[in-house]
């Protein structure tokens, strides 16, 4: 089961302050992502920075790419910062019996967002409003080599709420992915 956006916002908030206090090294990317947004097209990047001495990617997965994984693809609006603003995030669980089979998925964009005094994020929910296939999956050494397409309609999804706000969508159309992600670290 793929991690919870919230969750994975929270994490990813918190893997950028030590970048904000200089410890990060080049960004160096990994992968893209590109869709259309409510009809203006869109590039997102992910990426890899090394912190410490350790490469950090809010990008992941946890499983064996042989059998299967949870995926969280995070696209970046820029080449060279690691930001949650107008970001992108796909996550999902592959199956690798034969042929790649999705389940799960889930795509939330934008970070944070505050609507109408309530902070929340655009999120597709596990309820059937994004569609993600994939269409390659395989090792590369100890990263995931995963390509596919993606689309969906994210309503705002106030903190707490589990109800979703239908007054305020992104729609998100044509959207294909093609990147290495690194496996989870603790």
Avoid: C
């Avoid at 994490?11 to 203006?40: F, H, R, S």
Wanted: cysteine-free; charged content about 15%.
């Amino acid at each position: 089961m793929p991690f919870s956006p919230f969750a994975r916002m929270g994490a990813a908030a918190l893997m950028l302050l030590p970048a904000l206090a200089g410890w990060a090294q080049e960004v160096k990317i990994l992968g893209t992502l590109t869709g259309t947004v409510d009809g203006e097209t869109r590039s997102w990047y992910v990426t890899v920075a090394e912190m410490q001495g350790e490469a950090v990617s809010q990008s992941d997965f946890m499983g064996d790419p042989a059998d299967g994984a949870s995926v969280s693809v995070f696209g970046h609006a820029t080449e060279s910062v690691m930001d949650s603003t107008d970001s992108i995030m796909l996550s999902f669980s592959v199956s690798v019996p034969t042929a790649p089979r999705v389940s799960g998925h889930e795509i939330t964009y934008g970070g944070f967002s505050n609507i109408d005094g309530q902070t929340g994020f655009y999120s597709s929910g596990n309820d059937g409003q994004a569609e993600i296939a994939v269409v390659a999956f395989a090792a590369e050494g100890k990263a995931l080599r995963i390509v596919g397409t993606f689309s969906g309609v994210m309503p705002f999804r106030a903190s707490g709420n589990k109800t979703s706000d239908m007054n305020h969508v992104v729609t998100v159309t044509d959207g294909k992915f093609d990147t290495l992600i690194l496996p989870l670290s603790f």
